[in-house]
Every structure is written in C-alpha cells, then in structure tokens.
C-alpha cells in the first residue's frame, strides 16, 4: 500500500478538532504513540531511505504493537509518498528480541500524545510531543487530503512533505531550545540522532 501524507504545525489543536468533528469526523485513538525505529549500527536502511518501526499504541485499553516497513520517499504534488507494509504483533517482547537477534538497533525513538480520526475517508492525527510544535498529519487519497484540510480550517500552504526532523529544526531555531521527541530526551538523554526521526 502507498502511503500518502501532508504535516503541518497546528496553533489551536482543541479548535481544530472541534471544526472536523463538526464536519462529521468520528475518533478512533486517542491515547500514547511510541516509536522504536530499528536499523543496522551503520545505518543501511536510512542510507537508503527506508524505515523499520516498532509502533506501540498505549491507552486505557492497552497497548497493541505493529511492525512497520515503509520504502524510498517521493514527493507528488506536495504530497509525501511512500510504500508501507504493517503487521500487527501479540508480543512486543518477543517482536523486538527477534529485531535484536537479527543484528538491528534502535536508532530513534519518538512518543507522542495523539488523537487519530476519521474525516470523509481521510485519517487526520494530531500530535504533541515532549518539547515541540503540536503538529498535525492528513493522510489519505489526494483528494481526501484536501477536503480534510478544508474541514480543519487550516491554510493550505500551511501543509508540507517534509519530515519530523524538518519540523524539529524550525522549532529549534525559532524558540533556542532542543526538540524533545520522547521523554528521555526532555530528561536531558540525547542519545539519538535527529535525523533518524
């Protein structure tokens, strides 16, 4: 499957939720993403763009895990694309030992608060991070991308291809402090590249 997406920094995340559930929006998670993105010590798969994930989704219910791999990105449009293969997994022990058995690291890990919904066959999430921008992502058909930028409320142009690092830079320079993607690095843990986000 191909997938298909556009980001951007959202100021007023209770407002813009509140416009797409008056357009008819239903929720589908809310709750804690995690992030455990693996590769080789000397970075093969980001050498050639791909990514390898561990995602964890924590809430009240419990915590259901995937393993993601997503292929070379393209920019169509303005549009982020890029293959992606997920498969859900019972046992995030044993998923993430195989991972290990099989010569791979963690080389990044992101958490994030998030809200998932459904708006007109679009999935649109927002996200807050440790220390950065709230931020929220359109994913869907091109179509269905834009009418949920319409439902948003938001500024077209307000909306990129860019990825997370982009989005953790501007934050950087505009405020002087460092990012946080996950609550190591808010403790003061920089232990991951920024570029493996």
């Known amino acids: 499957m191909v997938e298909v997406e556009v980001k951007a920094v959202v100021e007023d995340m209770p407002d813009r939720e509140r416009r797409i559930l008056d357009a008819g929006a239903t929720e589908t998670f809310a709750g804690r993403m995690r992030d455990l993105r693996y590769d080789t010590p000397d970075h ?17 219910a419990g915590e259901a895990a995937h393993l993601d791999w997503k292929g070379p990105t393209r920019v169509e449009d303005g549009l982020k694309a890029r293959e992606e293969l997920t498969t859900g997994a019972a046992d995030l022990a044993g998923l993430t030992a195989i991972l290990e058995a099989l010569g791979y690291v963690v080389t990044r890990e992101i ?9 007109g066959g679009a999935t649109v999430r927002f996200e807050r991070y440790p220390r950065m921008d709230d931020l929220v992502e359109v994913e869907g058909t091109p179509d269905e991308i834009e009418r949920a930028i319409q439902a948003l409320g938001m500024e077209r142009s307000a909306f990129t291809a860019e990825r997370l690092p982009d989005f953790a830079r501007r934050f950087e320079t505009r405020t002087g402090q460092r990012a946080a993607l996950c609550a190591a690095e808010l403790a003061g843990d920089y232990r991951y590249e920024l570029d493996q986000a």
């Open 44 to 60: 093969r798969l980001a050498a050639v763009d791909q990514v390898l994930r561990v995602r964890v989704y924590g809430s009240g």
């Open 111 to 119: 958490e994030r608060d998030v809200h998932v919904y459904r708006v």
